[in-house]
């Protein structure tokens, strides 16, 4: 229903609408991990580095990690040993351009 009213948008109105409704239904730890992926260099970093980018506690860290991860808003890469994750550019730029001038609730 929600993608019908946005079919009549150009592609860039229809990025953010999708961007915007992926937002709207992530949790705050989510959402902080997100932000703070903005951060991590494009070929990925590892948890670690996400960790303390975020604030985010390491229980909550796991799980928003994998409900991006299940969102396909954060991409793993590597081995089990060497886990990378990271963002699509187009993520980025959503995160970068749109979430920063949305007022704080």
């Known amino acids: 229903e929600d993608l019908r009213h946005a079919q009549n948008e150009t592609s860039t109105n229809l990025y953010t609408f999708i961007y915007e409704h992926a937002?709207?239904?992530?949790?705050?730890a989510a959402r902080n991990v997100l932000l703070a992926m903005v951060l991590v260099p494009p070929e990925g970093a590892e948890l670690s580095l996400i960790a303390a980018a975020s604030q985010v506690?390491?229980?909550?860290?796991?799980?928003?990690?994998?409900t991006l991860t299940q969102h396909n808003l954060v991409d793993a890469r590597g081995t089990i040993q060497q886990r990378m994750y990271t963002i699509h550019g187009l993520t980025r730029?959503?995160?970068?351009?749109?979430?920063?001038?949305?007022?704080?609730?």
């Open 57 to 66: 506690a390491p229980v909550d860290l796991h799980r928003a990690i994998q």
């Open 23 to 28: 937002w709207s239904n992530l949790d705050e």
């Open 93 to 105: 730029t959503f995160l970068q351009q749109q979430v920063a001038q949305w007022p704080t609730p």
